[in-house]
């Protein structure tokens, strides 16, 4: 965030302690921030014309600068991010999103008379099913596990499997947010929630808690320790989920822990009969119409439903 001017800065700050988004999403809006300005000032003739983009220093863009930009300078810069840089529509959407925040926050606190932002459309985002494991994979994932660390990798794929978890969510389990047959985990947004275990999630923990390292520990409260007895990192278990997939003779590019998550969800969807609002609050989800793409049918079901068809079997 050094490379931007004061006033962005102060609006990165209310995002996160204000509006409460997440570090990842702070460290996002900042890098589409850097562009953006840069490409305001190369566009606006701010610089010479030969300096690269990468090379523009915005630490000096001000309040008069940001007055003057209008509505075609912000899908300019949609453009340029589209062909220049080849952001897909994604992409494209989260700066779309920054952008609007930006100018709400210069609106709100007097910096701009006017927010060219207002009539600022999102690229359409084509809706995808999520990827996830069959109920027969995600059996043969877990009976692949073993080695030195087998109750501990069985633990965090039971957990991934059976609860949704997000990757950040299950690094950073308490031993003592553990009770009975409730967890309780820090999500997007710094928003606490409720997890509720079943009993291969309760069974799973109980048997790695015997054998966890309980002498020269360096992060006392963490439930699952990497060998040097600290906190386990996002990398080994991005590590150990795709050995593991690897031994269940899957397919390693594919997979990975936020796809055991879409699993969870969707095995959850699918055979506990669980609608859309419950789901919403299991994965911990802000909104609904992130829910809403577990709500996919399978291509077998969509077979079935047409061999229904009374017309079916007439030939002629």
Not at 17 to 23: D, E, F, H, L
Not at 245 to 258: E, F, G, M, R, W
Not at 303 to 313: E, G, I, M, Q, T
């Amino acid at each position: 965030m050094h490379e931007l001017p004061d006033i962005a800065i102060e609006f990165l700050n209310y995002m996160e302690t204000i509006r409460g988004k997440s570090k990842n999403t702070i460290i996002a809006y900042s890098y589409d921030l850097v562009l953006f300005l840069k490409y305001i000032k190369m566009k606006r003739g701010y610089i010479a014309s030969d300096m690269k983009i990468d090379d523009i220093p915005v630490r000096d863009v001000d309040s008069y600068m940001l007055s003057n930009i209008s509505l075609a300078d912000l899908y300019s810069f949609l453009s340029f991010a589209a062909n220049q840089r080849d952001n897909k529509n994604y992409a494209r959407a989260r700066k779309v999103a920054c952008i609007r925040s930006f100018f709400k926050y210069l609106y709100k606190m007097k910096i701009i008379n006017d927010n060219p932002s207002l009539e600022l459309e999102s690229p359409k985002i084509t809706s995808r099913h999520p990827v996830y494991l069959t109920l027969e994979e995600s059996k043969r994932l877990l009976s692949s596990i073993d080695g030195e660390n087998k109750e501990r990798d069985y633990a965090i794929i039971t957990l991934f499997l059976n609860c949704g978890l997000r990757l950040s969510e299950l690094i950073n389990i308490d031993i003592n947010k553990i009770s009975g047959d409730t967890l309780t985990v820090i999500g997007k947004g710094d928003k606490e929630r409720t997890v509720y275990l079943n009993n291969a999630c309760i069974e799973a923990i109980k048997d790695y808690l015997k054998v966890r390292p309980a002498n020269q520990v360096k992060d006392k409260n963490a439930l699952f320790l990497s060998e040097r007895k600290r906190r386990i990192s996002k990398r080994s278990v991005q590590y150990l989920v795709k050995k593991y997939i690897n031994a269940s003779d899957l397919d390693t590019d594919k997979y990975s822990p936020h796809k055991l998550r879409h699993t969870a969800a969707t095995l959850m969807y699918k055979y506990g009969k669980v609608d859309i609002r419950s789901l919403q609050q299991i994965l911990g989800h802000e909104n609904i119409s992130t829910t809403q793409i577990y709500t996919h049918l399978d291509d077998e079901i969509l077979r079935n439903a047409v061999n229904a068809n009374p017309l079916s079997d007439e030939r002629k």
